[in-house]
């Protein structure tokens, strides 16, 4: 009996001294981890986006603007994973069980962030989540500051959109302090300037409970609202500009000729970047993606198609400088000339009979500009097509700006490996061939002509200022001549661009139709995507150019009868918002 008696009160003592052994462990050797997990489970540290900056126009009206969302989410480590819990999460904010479980798998990387169930939600749904949140460990209620695109789609292409920070970004030095998930700038301006407009982040440390809400507000750190900037775009301007294009696809890029600043880009058809503000549905990435209009294309800098008779300027200009031709030349246009064993026909069948450089370019006569181009060269033509800034990018901030092609007999046998035939100058001569220009290259050219040579980089941000890049270094006498010939383009009887024509002031184009495929057939005549590109180049006041601009319209036609009219409708909106002098004819 005693040694039983012995024999318990031994495992009493082993049992005791197993259990304070424990102890021992689990405070001193692992006291200090149990505390640090302790402490971790109890307070958190929530970083807060900052209010990011807002972009105005030249005038200060605003393109966006920030407002309050709801988001529900919820703290993945806290939240019960059984399946009767999720479901019925799910039939309280709108979800599936396996919808929810699916965004829990793939935010599996930070168990305490919080992950977004269903952003933008109305207060009425709100108030349900406050009620039931406690039947939910970890379901909480984030209001969090949304971007609002005020306008719509006006401007898109160049705005840009926002969109969540991917987990290769977070891993980028530039985005070291953005809270997981953020919104930032992944388009246009508000990617490329996402640093200035986003401010910077602060931070809240929270004490919460067993079940993940929070108790109280341990320490705070403001976050910082990022700086506002302003564009050199005119927010009346580029509506009317999207406006006039309707449902067309094309693009209007309009220039101060003094300064470089753009007036308005449009790019049409445009997209909404409001879908992107709180994360786009897959359905509506893929629509977008699958459009035959192609709304994310910016048209402005990234269709390049052969400008047609609007680079008619250059040949002109060419073939003065280059003494080819006076302004008092004549040509006999009989509708067809003779190269080789190919016949290169004027666009008016009969011809225009004999023509100066000056009636050559108000009725755009093909084949007085063959024969300049003939005398000239393709290396000549090429020569002052770069002068004028054709063949490289205007140099904007945005991604992908399009080159567009100056053709000469290096680049012909540097792309193509074979040597130049004078046929093909002829074609590059009248703006068709080989040669091809971005719509912001040719207000850019128009521009340059408008102001007497001056090159000037065009430019979006107001502060930027103004860069003088140099000079086209042609005489005066020659940009003369042609603005002279642009001036009856649209003002003389006869002038292909008379549908410009306005009574408010003096306008200066020309007139260019980039043919898409070689069928002597009525453009009206062909489906849609085989009709002719319309160009048309304006400047105005004539007198003392204020504004500089190229219209393209894809597949719309005639230059003439599709693109000038819609430059005539902008040219007077500027004129109207800027109550400038009235220009003779009074």
């Given amino acids: 009996m005693e040694k039983r008696i012995k024999l318990g009160a031994y495992i009493i003592l082993i049992v005791f001294a197993i259990f304070i052994l424990r102890l021992w462990q689990l405070q001193v050797i692992k006291g200090r981890e149990y505390r640090e997990l302790a402490e971790q489970n109890r307070l958190r540290v929530v970083k807060i986006p900052a209010a990011r900056g807002i972009i105005y126009d030249r005038n200060g009206v605003p393109f966006v603007r920030n407002v309050p969302s709801f988001d529900v989410s919820v703290i993945r480590e806290y939240l019960p994973k059984d399946r009767e819990t999720l479901s019925a999460l799910g039939k309280l904010i709108g979800l599936s069980g396996d919808e929810i479980q699916d965004r829990l798998r793939k935010a599996a990387v930070y168990p305490y962030e919080p992950v977004k169930l269903k952003i933008a939600v109305p207060w009425q749904e709100v108030a349900k989540v406050e009620v039931r949140k406690v039947d939910f460990p970890g379901l909480q209620v984030d209001v969090e500051v949304s971007r609002e695109y ?23 030095p530039d985005y070291k302090d953005v809270p997981h998930r953020a919104l930032i700038g992944q388009w246009g301006l508000e990617m490329i300037y996402d640093k200035v407009l986003r401010g910077t982040a602060g931070g809240k440390l929270i004490e919460v409970d067993a079940i993940g809400r929070e108790i ?104 003065l400088e280059e003494g080819v031709i006076t302004r008092n030349t004549e040509v006999n246009c009989t509708g067809v000339i003779a190269m080789g064993k190919r016949g290169f026909r004027c666009w008016k069948p009969g011809g225009h009979g004999t023509v100066s450089l000056h009636r050559a370019i108000v009725e755009s006569c093909d084949i007085y500009f063959y024969e300049v181009g003939k005398r000239l060269g393709i290396d000549k033509i090429a020569e002052y097509a770069e002068r004028f800034g054709l063949g490289k990018p205007v140099g904007l901030e945005f991604l992908n700006e ?23 100058t002829l074609s590059v001569a009248i703006g068709q061939g080989y040669i091809s220009t971005t719509p912001i290259q040719m207000a850019l050219l128009t521009s340059i002509v408008a102001n007497g040579g001056k090159i000037y980089k065009p430019h979006l ?10 000079n086209s270094k042609v005489n005066a006498g020659s940009l003369d001549t042609v603005r002279n010939g642009l001036q009856g383009v649209v003002g003389e009887a006869g002038g292909t661009g008379g549908r410009a024509r306005s009574s408010l002031l003096h306008i200066g184009g020309k007139t260019g139709t980039a043919q898409v495929v070689s069928i002597r057939k009525q453009s009206h005549a062909l489906p849609k995507k085989l009709r002719d590109h319309a160009w048309f180049v304006a400047f105005a006041p004539v007198e003392d150019p204020q504004i500089a601009l190229s219209v393209f319209v894809e597949h719309g036609g005639h230059g003439g009868a599709a693109a000038a009219p819609i430059a005539k409708k902008v040219i007077e909106a500027f004129y109207e918002n800027n109550k400038l002098q009235m220009i003779n004819d009074k």
Avoid at 150 to 172: D, F, M, V, W, Y
Avoid at 280 to 307: F, H, T
Avoid at 402 to 420: A, C, D, F, H, Y
């Fill in 150 to 172: 005020i306008n719509g789609t006006l401007a898109s292409h160049i705005i840009g959109h926002l969109g969540r920070l991917t987990p290769e970004q977070s891993k980028k």
């Fill in 216 to 319: 109280k507000v341990v320490g705070m750190e403001e976050p910082v609202k990022g700086d506002d900037i302003t564009l050199t775009l005119d927010i009346t301007l580029q509506k009317t500009a999207e406006e006039a294009l309707k449902s067309e696809a094309g693009a209007i890029v309009a220039l101060d000729p003094n300064t470089g600043e753009i007036l308005t880009l449009a790019s049409s058809p445009p997209f909404n970047p409001n879908l992107f503000s709180r994360g786009i549905e897959p359905r509506e990435w893929v629509k977008l993606l699958n459009d035959p209009q192609k709304p994310l294309l910016n048209r402005a800098l990234q269709s390049q198609y052969p400008p047609g008779s609007t680079f008619k300027i250059i040949t002109a200009i060419a073939g």
């Fill in 461 to 470: 941000i107001k502060d930027s200022g103004v860069e003088f890049v140099g």
């Fill in 402 to 424: 399009k080159s567009g092609i100056v053709p000469s007999t290096q680049w012909k046998l540097k792309t193509r490996k074979e040597q130049w035939f004078q046929g093909e």
